[in-house]
């Protein structure tokens, strides 16, 4: 799986957009991304994933560049909530999709 | 319930002993995750069930760590001769086969302390 890069931490104002960046400049043609955030003490907990298009649930948006480098997960409006550690994980989309973890972006929303 | 049932949910045993980590998938989900999670760290992929069978253990960090799904549902995770180093929530997810594979639905995990 593709190694992927994003910044330990970041605040965020309540009701503001929260956007978080990830690095995948390796990422090969049949890996998507995906998503996950952990809330404190609870397990892992998928939010999104995409392929080459922008994708939009319930819960985020997901914008991906071009060139499939680099993505941006934007929580629209964001709520104390949300504070949670994010993971950007590629991965190919098959049974037996052993997600690589790193160490995510801490997410911290602020009152 | 619903979701995946992982027991006990704080288990606390000194070095050297046998423990035993359930995991009850989602209904009808036939892939199942171990993963390890350290503190501060991510999640660490421990082992892949397909069915009844592993079909990938590369995770395993040695044979102290033994993991079965004998009927294709509920998981167990054994660990023997446990060591301090080996202390982690433990977690478990499932996953339907096809379509949207890559989404794994966790447990809230097994947090493992050894004395």
């Known amino acids: 799986d593709a190694k992927t890069t994003q910044p330990p931490s970041m605040d965020c104002a309540e009701g503001r957009a929260a956007n978080l960046p990830c690095n995948h400049s390796?990422?090969?043609?049949?890996?998507?991304v995906y998503w996950y955030r952990q809330i404190h003490s609870q397990g892992p907990q998928y939010i999104i994933h995409?392929?080459?298009n922008n994708e939009t649930n319930e819960m985020a948006s997901l914008i991906i560049t071009e060139d499939r480098k680099s993505s941006t997960l934007i929580l629209p409006h964001a709520t104390l909530r949300d504070t949670a550690v994010y993971y950007c994980?590629?991965?190919?989309?098959?049974?037996?999709?052993?997600?690589?973890f790193g160490g995510g972006t801490r997410l911290m929303v602020k009152p | 319930g619903a979701g995946v049932s992982q027991t006990p949910s704080n288990k606390v045993t000194e070095k050297g002993k046998y423990v035993e980590l359930r995991c009850d998938p989602i209904?009808?989900?036939?892939?199942l995750y171990w993963y390890r999670q350290s503190l501060g760290q991510g999640p660490e992929f421990l082992i892949y069930?397909?069915?009844?069978?592993?079909?990938?253990d590369s995770g395993l960090p040695n044979d102290r760590f033994f993991a079965v799904r004998p009927e294709g549902s509920v998981s167990t995770l054994k660990i023997q001769r446990t060591e301090r180093g080996d202390s982690a929530v433990y977690l478990c997810?499932?996953?339907?086969?096809?379509?949207?594979?890559?989404?794994?639905?966790f447990g809230e995990g097994s947090r493992l302390t050894v004395l």
């Open positions: 995409g392929l080459k």
């Open positions: 390796t990422i090969s043609g049949n890996e998507y």
């Open positions: 994980i590629v991965s190919i989309n098959n049974a037996g999709n052993m997600l690589t």
């Open positions: 997810a499932s996953s339907p086969d096809r379509g949207r594979t890559g989404e794994l639905f």
């Open positions: 069930f397909q069915g009844t069978g592993a079909a990938d």
């Open positions: 209904s009808g989900h036939t892939a």
